[in-house]
Nanobody
Framework: QVQLVESGGGLVQPGGSLRLSCAAS????????MGWYRQAPGKERELVAT???????NYADSVKGRFTISRDNAKNTVYLQMNSLKPEDTAVYYC???????????????WGRGTQVTVSS
């Protein structure tokens, strides 16, 4: 089985920073793209940032210049550095990854269970 576990969420004041981490574990042969999504109450889950296996990144317009996605392939981990946080960034943040697993010998998309980020004064 493949599991993704997020960590690093919490409560911060507007203008503050948080660093989220997501570690993948299990029967992993390789990981392609990884990304972060978020979902606020009453809203659809939306893309925040993605990073390919080669390091190419994409960001939602709302977070460009404030958030940075990165990865450590040796650790099967993706990070999201969030700076200049705003109240509208408040949401549950989910990790996503495309994984080629050993037992299935195929690609699958996996999600973490989320970590809460609250930006409030």
């Amino acid at each position: 089985q493949v599991q993704l576990v997020e960590s690093g969420g919490g409560l911060v004041q507007p203008g503050g920073s948080l660093r989220l981490s997501c570690a993948a574990s299990g029967s992993i042969f390789s990981i392609n793209a990884m990304g972060w999504y978020r979902q606020a109450p009453g809203k659809e889950r939306e893309l925040v940032a993605t990073i390919t296996g080669g390091g190419s990144t994409n960001y939602a317009d709302s977070v460009k210049g404030r958030f940075t996605i990165s990865r450590d392939n040796a650790k099967n981990t993706v990070y999201l550095q969030m700076n200049s946080l705003k109240p509208e960034d408040t949401a549950v943040y989910y990790c996503n990854a495309g994984v080629f697993s050993r037992p299935s010998a195929g690609w699958g998309t996996y999600w973490g269970r989320g970590t809460q980020v609250t930006v409030s004064s």
